[in-house]
């Protein structure tokens, strides 16, 4: 048997050393493999090599990796792949495989650690601590190359086995350096005596702790020195509270707090929270309810309920004495008005005087009986009655505006007549044509100056606004004033002020100020306030009923405004279409715009602006005493202060009209004026053709009579020229002096030779008469009169011809 097996021996080595005469290549290798693969007789995974000369099963490349780990305990997955030498991908899905079947591996960060490995680092780690004594997690991380998380984890379960020692706020400590600090706290807690922040604390460890152990010391966390203080609260060896973690106050300094707290309760029945907050108690009114339940805990303070007894017994006397008290006078000093008032309201007399109606708390501490203010209020009352109050008493417009010649200060005397002269004239003329339908002539009395006196006049507007604006200053001021106290005291409300209310208060109870109160306004606006709104209410009633009185003199007043607005809107558009013979030529054009918007114009606004404000009044139930509107003509300022103090809309609507008033369009005038009746409920006619018709005869007709009665000559010739342009253009004209000249020319292609040249020769003769009155000054004068004198009977033996002229055209247009 032995001889046979030894054959057999030989055999094998015979054919293992005999060379095959058939070689298979790589390529058919491979392709074998994968033959075997397709028909399912190689049944398994194979791997191919990083060189891709050699094949490797998944259960192989497992076992080589588990026998790197075991060998090394650490390895990173790419020192894997190269010492398999098989791609870092299937080594990576290989080794997770084994990590997920092995609970004592892990895979972090692309290494594969073992528990073993772990152990002997966590025995290396606590030989360093040992040495030592402290060590910062930190630093243990970085030479182990992983996080700090990950090495807290690995060691909390290893503390008090493999590692000695205490892990706090990322610090590993021995127990001998942990009983150490632990002594440090205890000691420095015990000598705490006041409240203290447990930080400041930590700190103050800290610092001594880095000057013992010197260089090599690590610092330490504060959440240490806390972990180890919050043990040695709980096991009792320091007495005391720690409150929101890091407030630490020592029993000793509690015990003294509540020692002072009682004694000056007792002594004093209140304690304020200031005080508490001094003594260190930073929620004092919880601290106090929960000692002294019975207590009354106010704003400012603690007080015990004889707080209540006293106060009680003061307020009821003056209750019943009808007279008054402040509760601070009787409360200590420290109490605030707000304390008083609560303690007020808690007193049993207050509360049964308030049910009945016998007094009243103002001003948080003070306390009134009703029947003190009942006769406070019945004397402020009665002087009422008697006394002027803004609102109350009735005021003419002749007290608050001024008459017509301070009015006009800034205008020459010219501009005065000429003024007046065509308001005066226009208004009748406006009568006869709304009645009968007669007019009389607004021809002005001194209109002939117009070329001596062109540079006076030109600087009329200028003067006149001067004097507009320091009118608003001085005599215009009681206008505006009363401008201003009509929006301040809108509604009727506004005449009784607190200040009012006040003054009238101290007058006739002069003991609130003998008292010696520091501020006597403190009680005073308080009662002040109470009694305003009762004061109001009586001023209503008696506007209400003042209201009344005023309903049928609101009527009466609208219905005369409505016909002198109707008279002198229908003279206004009269006149307005004279101006359009002369819109060829601007200059005259605007003189004579401004013209009529100063005479006509201004009557028409004054007069709407005055009736107005006395509606108003009267609507708001203030007593007017009526009188003549008419004989008031008022500044610039005085129509903006009217204006201003109308009701809003209408108020907006009227100073649009005033301003248009200075402009130099009469159709912004008559616009802006249309919109102010509108707003005003008045209804404004329109000059048709046939009123037309009527107030042109009524005007031809008054101004013929003026002139064969008239034997001024300078007055003639404005009412010649008017008559003239009735007669021969069919227009009214009102011009000024300044604008006589271009009239006159305008005339030139209507009347003969002869007569235009008499027209010019009687124009240029009183020119030259009002430039000699003009300049007759000082020494000159008697030298002077002479001239004018002469120069005047000249001008007179020319009325005859002048007249004569006008019936001669009059003849020829009938």
Same mark, same amino acid.
């Given at each position: 048997m032995d001889e046979e097996l030894l054959e057999l021996q030989r055999q094998f080595e015979f054919a293992q050393q005999a060379k095959s005469t058939v070689r298979l290549s790589e390529r058919n290798v491979v392709e074998l493999v994968q033959k075997l693969h397709q028909l399912q007789i190689i049944d398994f995974d194979l791997l191919h090599t990083i060189t891709g000369k050699e094949?490797?099963?998944?259960?192989?490349?497992?076992?080589?990796?588990?026998?790197?780990?075991?060998?090394?305990?650490?390895?990173?997955?790419?020192?894997?792949?190269?010492?398999?030498?098989?791609?870092?991908?299937?080594?990576?899905?290989?080794?997770?495989?084994?990590?997920?079947?092995?609970?004592?591996?892990?895979?972090?960060?692309?290494?594969?650690?073992?528990?073993?490995?772990?152990?002997?680092?966590?025995?290396?780690?606590?030989?360093?601590?040992?040495?030592?004594?402290?060590?910062?997690?930190?630093?243990?991380?970085?030479?182990?190359?992983?996080?700090?998380?990950?090495?807290?984890?690995?060691?909390?379960?290893?503390?008090?086995?493999?590692?000695?020692?205490?892990?706090?706020?990322?610090?590993?400590?021995?127990?001998a350096y942990v009983a150490r600090v632990n002594a440090m706290v205890r000691g420095a807690a015990r000598g705490i005596f006041v409240p203290m922040n447990t930080s400041a604390l930590w700190n103050t460890l800290q610092s001594l702790l880095q000057e013992m152990d010197g260089a090599v010391g690590v610092a330490v966390d504060a959440s240490f020195f806390q972990s180890l203080f919050n043990g040695l609260v709980k096991e009792g060896e320091i007495l005391g509270s720690l409150r929101a973690g890091v407030h630490w106050t020592p029993s000793v300094f509690a015990m003294a707090q509540k020692d002072c707290v009682d004694s000056f309760f007792s002594q004093n029945s209140f304690i304020t929270y200031d005080a508490m907050q001094k003594l260190g108690i930073p929620q004092p009114s919880q601290f106090?309810?929960?000692?002294?339940?019975?207590?009354?805990?106010?704003?400012?303070?603690?007080?015990? @309920?004889?707080?209540?007894?006293?106060?009680?017994?003061?307020?009821?006397?003056?209750?019943?004495?009808?007279?008054?008290?402040?509760?601070?006078?009787?409360?200590?000093?420290?109490?605030?008005?707000?304390?008083?008032?609560?303690?007020?309201?808690?007193?049993?007399?207050?509360?049964?005087?308030q049910k009945s109606n016998r007094a009243l708390i103002l001003g948080d501490s003070y306390i009134f009986s009703n029947g003190f203010v009942k006769d406070l209020f019945d004397r402020i009352e009665k002087e009422m009655e008697t006394l002027s109050i803004p609102g109350l008493a009735g005021a003419g417009p002749v007290d608050e505006f001024r008459v017509a010649k301070d009015a006009k200060v800034g205008y020459d005397s010219s501009e005065v007549n000429e003024t007046s002269s065509d308001a005066g004239m226009s208004k009748q003329a406006s009568e006869k044509g709304s009645k009968k339908k007669k007019g009389k002539s607004s021809g002005n009395s001194k209109m002939a100056q117009a070329e001596t006196g062109a540079d006076n006049q030109e600087s009329v507007p200028s003067k006149s606004k001067k004097g507009q604006k320091k009118g608003k200053v001085s005599s215009g001021s009681q206008a505006a004033d009363s401008k201003s106290g009509a929006r301040k005291d809108e509604d009727s409300l506004g005449a009784i002020s607190e200040e009012w209310v006040i003054q009238k208060i101290t007058s006739l109870n002069p003991d609130f100020?003998?008292?010696?109160?520091?501020?006597?306004?403190?009680?005073?606006?308080?009662?002040?306030?109470?009694?305003? @709104?009762?004061?109001?209410?009586?001023?209503?009633?008696?506007? *209400?009923?003042?209201?009344?009185?005023?309903?049928?003199?609101?009527?009466?007043?609208?219905?005369? +405004?409505?016909?002198?607005?109707?008279?002198?809107?229908?003279?206004?558009?009269? #006149?307005?279409?004279?101006?359009? +013979?002369?819109?060829?030529? @601007?200059?005259?054009?605007?003189?004579?715009?401004?013209?009529?918007?100063?005479?006509?114009?201004t009557s028409m606004i004054d007069t709407l602006l005055l009736n107005l404000d006395m509606h108003n009044k009267l *609507?708001?139930?203030?007593?007017?005493?009526?009188?003549?509107?008419?004989?008031?003509?008022?500044?610039?300022?005085?129509?903006?202060?009217?204006?201003?103090?109308? @009701?809003?809309?209408?108020?907006?609507?009227?100073?649009?009209?005033?301003?248009?008033?200075?402009?130099?369009?009469?159709?912004?005038?008559?616009?802006?004026?249309?919109?102010?009746?509108?707003?005003?409920?008045?209804?404004?006619?329109?000059?048709?053709? *046939?009123?037309?018709?009527?107030?042109?005869?009524? #005007?031809?007709?008054?101004?013929?009579?003026?002139?064969?009665?008239?034997?001024?000559?300078?007055?003639?010739?404005?009412?010649?020229?008017?008559?003239?342009?009735?007669?021969?253009?069919?227009?009214?004209?009102?011009?000024?002096?300044?604008?006589?000249?271009?009239a006159v020319a305008r005339l030139k292609d209507k009347l003969d030779d002869s007569a235009f040249k008499t027209l010019v020769d009687y124009q240029s003769g009183t020119v030259s008469l009002l430039a000699l009155m003009s300049a007759a000054t000082g020494d000159e004068e008697d030298c002077a009169s002479d001239r004018i004198l002469t120069k005047r009977e000249l001008l007179e033996e020319l009325i005859p011809a002048l007249k004569g002229l006008v019936l001669s055209t009059s003849q020829s247009q009938t």
């Open positions: 094949y490797i099963t998944p259960e192989q490349l497992r076992n080589e990796i588990v026998a790197e780990i075991n060998k090394l305990g650490r390895i990173s997955l790419i020192d894997l792949a190269d010492s398999t030498g098989v791609d870092l991908y299937h080594v990576e899905k290989q080794a997770q495989h084994v990590v997920s079947h092995d609970s004592s591996l892990m895979l972090i960060n692309g290494e594969i650690i073992s528990n073993t490995y772990w152990d002997t680092a966590a025995e290396e780690i606590n030989e360093r601590l040992q040495e030592c004594s402290q060590i910062a997690i930190a630093e243990i991380a970085g030479q182990l190359q992983v996080g700090s998380e990950l090495v807290v984890s690995i060691l909390e379960p290893r503390l008090g086995t493999l590692v000695k020692g205490r892990l706090e706020g990322g610090q590993l400590y021995t127990p106090l309810q929960s000692r002294y339940p019975d207590g009354i805990s106010l704003d400012t303070a603690y007080a015990h @309920p004889s707080m209540i007894e006293m106060l009680d017994a003061a307020v009821e006397d003056a209750i019943e004495r009808n007279s008054w008290i402040d509760s601070l006078s009787v409360l200590p000093a420290s109490l605030g008005s707000q304390d008083a008032f609560k303690i007020l309201s808690l007193c049993p007399s207050v509360q049964a005087a100020e003998e008292q010696g109160l520091d501020d006597p306004e403190m009680i005073l606006l308080p009662l002040a306030r109470h009694l305003r @709104p009762l004061l109001v209410n009586s001023l209503k009633e008696r506007r *209400k009923a003042a209201f009344t009185e005023n309903a049928q003199k609101m009527k009466k007043l609208l219905d005369n +405004l409505q016909k002198k607005l109707d008279e002198s809107f229908l003279n206004m558009q009269l #006149y307005e279409k004279a101006l359009d +013979l002369f819109e060829d030529d @601007p200059t005259t054009s605007v003189l004579l715009h401004k013209h009529l918007l100063r005479t006509t114009g *609507k708001n139930g203030v007593p007017v005493d009526p009188q003549n509107l008419e004989s008031i003509s008022l500044s610039a300022g005085d129509r903006s202060a009217l204006a201003k103090s109308l @009701p809003r809309v209408l108020s907006a609507k009227a100073i649009a009209t005033v301003e248009a008033l200075e402009g130099k369009r009469v159709e912004s005038f008559m616009s802006a004026l249309r919109e102010v009746a509108e707003e005003s409920g008045l209804a404004l006619k329109k000059l048709d053709k *046939k009123l037309e018709r009527t107030l042109l005869h009524s #005007y031809r007709k008054d101004l013929t009579s003026q002139i064969s009665a008239e034997t001024d000559p300078v007055s003639l010739l404005p009412q010649v020229i008017s008559l003239l342009y009735v007669q021969v253009h069919g227009k009214a004209l009102q011009a000024p002096g300044r604008a006589i000249s271009a």
